[in-house]
């Protein structure tokens, strides 16, 4: 039975299997990352933009609430390259031979793509809105008390929608292949799109201009790429479809022979 001849509930049956295998995985991941988490926490404590901050536990269960949502971080990242080939095997059938070698090989992409939405917000970002927090509680002459659990929330909340948000290019290329959005369509869209990345900017970001430009020109920019790169998969998506076309020309004119 094809993909395409599967009823709801085989759908439905296959996709629950799917995320039994994903969930399987990551709690697996879980426990490995047992034995990351605490040099990763040390190092983020002793970075440039922390080593001069003292970390306070207001609760007692303050660093292993850190601990486990460090825990957790690890796991996603170690298991996110599966949870995107699970969606890619789930949706393959129904697509080309083409398409599914060509989308296959985005999954590694998207992963660079998080990694490096992850570095240019800690590394870049990360450290000036820190600088600027701290210059503004100097100026206010108000004394900090650094939380453990505040400044781990505060620095997740920072990078993690960059990881996320540096995934624009491949999911918009991905959803071209698939025909669901067009080039033309996000150029249409490209001024909705843009106040909704502003304010995106604005709460993740300090309320300075500077901070703000930091965080909103690299999302333009990722808009405008995507709409590039969204062209060249459309483009090769008129190909296949030409291709395709005269392949079943073809096929038809030899049956009337």
Not at 24 to 32: Q, R, T, Y
Not at 71 to 98: E, K, N
Not at 207 to 221: A, N, R, W
Not at 243 to 253: H, S, T
Request: aromatic content about 14%; charged content about 15%.
């Amino acid at each position: 039975m094809s993909h395409n001849e599967m009823t709801l509930y085989e759908h439905i049956g296959e996709l629950r299997k799917r995320l039994m295998f994903v969930v399987v995985f990551f709690m697996l991941a879980f426990l490995g990352s047992f034995f990351l988490a605490e040099p990763l926490i040390r190092y983020l404590q002793h970075a440039d933009e922390a080593k001069e901050l003292t970390m306070n536990a207001f609760r007692l269960t303050d660093p292993l609430k850190i601990y486990l949502e460090m825990m957790v971080f690890i796991a996603l990242i170690i298991t996110s390259p599966l949870i995107l080939y699970q969606l890619w095997a789930f949706i393959s059938p129904g697509l080309l031979d083409r398409e599914r070698k060509v989308t296959l090989s985005y999954i590694p992409i998207s992963l660079l793509l998080f990694l490096g939405g992850l570095s240019f917000s800690y590394f870049i970002l990360f450290p000036y809105v820190v600088k600027f927090m701290m210059n503004l509680s100097n100026e206010l002459n108000i004394q900090q008390v650094i939380g453990i659990n505040e400044y781990f929330n505060f620095l997740f909340q920072l990078t993690l929608p960059f990881g996320l948000l540096f995934q624009l290019p491949v999911v918009m290329l991905f959803l071209t292949r698939l025909g669901i959005i067009t080039p033309m369509f996000m150029g249409q869209m490209r001024r909705y799109a843009y106040f909704i990345l502003l304010v995106i900017a604005a709460f993740i970001t300090p309320p300075d201009i500077v901070s703000h430009m930091m965080v909103t020109v690299p999302l333009l920019l990722l808009y405008e790429v995507s709409i590039w790169i969204s062209k060249i998969g459309y483009k090769k998506v008129l190909q296949a479809e030409q291709e395709l076309q005269r392949e079943l020309y073809e096929e038809e004119r030899k049956r009337e022979e």
